[in-house]
């Protein structure tokens, strides 16, 4: 398990320790949200904040695809749901991402892959965000439902808390970790919306609908 100081401070915050703003510099508040998540948990060391898997986040993107999944996508991220609200899995199996490396695992988002699932819906081809353009395949609510489902089931299996540093989506990257992402607005629409919301905004909406999840996954599990 790669671990950096970026990864470790957005642990501790999903955790519910902060540590100051996650910018991957290791100064008195980050030691201190360290002690406090290690005193919780009853652990010893860094790792014993972390899911044995290695993997400590979801990162929730739309891939800006037509309908029907391709390779191309398959390689980028390590689940898909399609507009029918199908599961497709990925080239690379979360797993592979506790120890990324290109061509290994799945290159999902800009500099920040490692520890973290790549999940997305296969949606948006051609969306435009200003003017706003849902483009040839906007997000289904069948699709959305499923992919909620999918992402409390990660939640319960890595012990991945719903959250925005657990579960931050794609546009939420720069802001909250500080990773430059260039531009990207995915999930900032969601269906029954008129346009893009406030990126922080639609991701608190979409976890509330992963929140609503939880009981019934951790039932079936």
Known sequence: MKLTTRDIQARCAALGFHPGPIDGRRGPRTSAAIRAALEAHNGSTVADLFHKSGLHRVHMHWTAGAEGVIEMERRAYNSL??????????????????????????????????????????????????????????????????????????SVKYWIPVNVYGMPTHAEIQPIFGVRQRWKWDITWLPGMSAPGDPLVVGERLRDMIRECLPDVRAAA
């Open 81 to 154: 749901v399609t507009h029918d609200g199908q599961r497709v899995q990925g080239v690379f199996p979360p797993e592979a991402q506790a120890n990324y490396a290109v061509g290994r695992a799945a290159s999902h988002t800009r500099m920040f892959n490692t520890g973290a699932i790549g999940h997305g819906m296969d949606a948006m081809a051609g969306a435009n965000e200003r003017p706003f353009d849902r483009g040839s395949a906007p997000i289904t609510p069948r699709q959305l439902n499923t992919f909620c489902w999918w992402a409390a089931e990660y």
